[in-house]
């Protein structure tokens, strides 16, 4: 074809390059292998959305996400190619969000080139000059607190020589999640900032759910095939040590870099960090995918499946399947379904409490006390007393409107971005007001309904361009 358009690429030529879109894939799924075998020009667009979803069953959790999944979209490039990257952060969400994608040369791997505040999308382009298998991730302020609520995910650079095909390609990661509540407690969990900092995980989970892995969503495969696992660690703070139950790792490309080792057993995946894993399947059965740090499989829900059909091989292995003994957890037991996202976390509620939880709490953190350094506390507050007293309606603002610039509390100076909190009615405004107003020992009059209508109606008009909005 042409061959004056071929001779350019070989030459790396940017502007010559041909051009395709990446297809990007939810976990456990893993794009086709790229049969290309010149450099391409790659459009990447991957969107972050905040949303509630189960962490184990039962117990949701405000994910933050690139994607709408934990980990975020597999993304499969080729050794050489040019990719032009689009972060988009969704107008519903709260936050501004970036990433730092650990297979780009580059200054923060493209963290400051893609902060972006919700409503917007940003863009850079990079050259892929390493082959492996990297681990991406927000790095956005408080950066452990972006990755702990599960944004990070892995992007392949398949390396110009590809990997042999094999018959199954699969995609976890394994993440730590830090809630005020032990493993299992049901409902709404907020993000512990102390639990986070002393590394105590409540959930140690692959693919952002004890759930994710098993009953009808264990990975599958059959006698004879054979399975390479792309393997993550997010983290944000635990090494993890994979292994699955059953199975002897034929190869793992140690650390998700080029070389392979043979014939192992557990392999140590760092926070951050990858490897690459490939097996045949000589006898059927269940194989328990698990970090070997083994109470957090029993108890934190570090647990996958691999579920093999097709006729037992006897002479390799003669006995009962494992998967009984594995079942006998009551963490498991009870969490064999599917995981519906949950959406809008508000819609209907009332209660102060539960309101603050949902809207507030992420950033503010669960009992008001706030982050150091990146978000007031709304506990005892100074700020938050004078305007309850003197000012309501710049209280009535905040949620509103958002607040950014210098602000002073307690004696400490902040100067982040409070995004608006949308989808909030009157009612519940007034609701969510009074209770951080009276939370915590603060004390102010109680808000209504009609007070914050008469309060927002005060409020002066805003240029439309100050709202970032069209
Ligand atoms: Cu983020």
Redesign the pocket.
Known sequence: MHVALLTAALLGLGSALPEEKAVLTEPPMVPPPITRTTPAKVKIELE?VEKVMQLADGVDYTF?TFGGTVPGRFIRIREGDTVEFWLENHPNNK?????DLHAVTGPGGGAASTFTAPGHKSRFTFQALNAGLYVY????AP?G???A?G?YGLIYVQPKKALPKVDHEYYVMQGDFYTDADFGTKGLQPFSMKRAIDERPSYVVFNGSAMSLVGDRALKAKVGETVRLFIGNGGPNLVSSFHVIGEIFDKVYTEGGTNAQQNVQTTLIPAGGSAIVEYKLDTDGTYILVDHSIFRTFNKGSLGMMKVEGPSNKQVYSGKEVDAVYLGDESVATSLQARPAVTSPSAGVTDGRQLFIANCAMCHQAEGQGVPGAFPPLAKSDYLKNIATNNRAELVSFPLRGRTGKITVNGLEYNGVMTPVAGLDDAQLASVLTYVSNAWGNSAKPFTAEEVKTLKASLPAVPAAATGKE
């Open positions: 972050v933050w936050l501004p969000h970036n990433i991730h927000c790095a956005t950066v607190m972006h990755i609520n944004m």
